[in-house]
């Protein structure tokens, strides 16, 4: 016989089938939420998922403001930046975060858990996330996803 009964189909850009995914964040844990968020986003939970691809869905993320942190994360944990300049390290806990933007929160969360490449900047600009219930993407006809 010299013909394959299968043939390993690889999905390019042309091929990926990509939704819109509501996913609500109200009393989530930050990090389990994220995870789940960012395999969505890289599409990970599709049968033909390709990693050199971006295959997986747009995501909405709603009800930011009340996500939940365990323990004394709040206070106690720290985000640091760099502006590059001598003596310019910055920063930041969550509670100072979440006061400043709850989708700031959300939003690095989810980016930490992407690939730090080219594709992994690409797939952040799937994820769309609302401090409040309501979200603009209505016309997408978005599909509630419980995690």
Known sequence: MDTLSYKTLSTNKATADKQWVVVDANAKALGR??????????????????????????????????????????????????????????????????????????????????PKNRLGRSLFNNLFVYEGAEHPHEAQQPTAVEL
């Open 33 to 114: 939420l994220a995870s789940e968020v960012a395999k969505i986003i890289r599409g990970k939970h599709k049968p033909g998922f390709t990693p050199h691809v971006d295959c997986g869905d747009n995501v909405i993320v709603i009800n930011a403001d009340k996500v939940r942190m365990t323990g004394k994360k709040w206070t106690d944990r720290v985000y640091f930046s760099y502006t590059g300049y001598p003596g310019g390290q910055k920063e930041i806990t969550p509670r100072q975060l979440k006061e400043k933007s709850s989708t700031l929160l959300v939003e690095r969360a989810v980016r930490g858990m992407l």
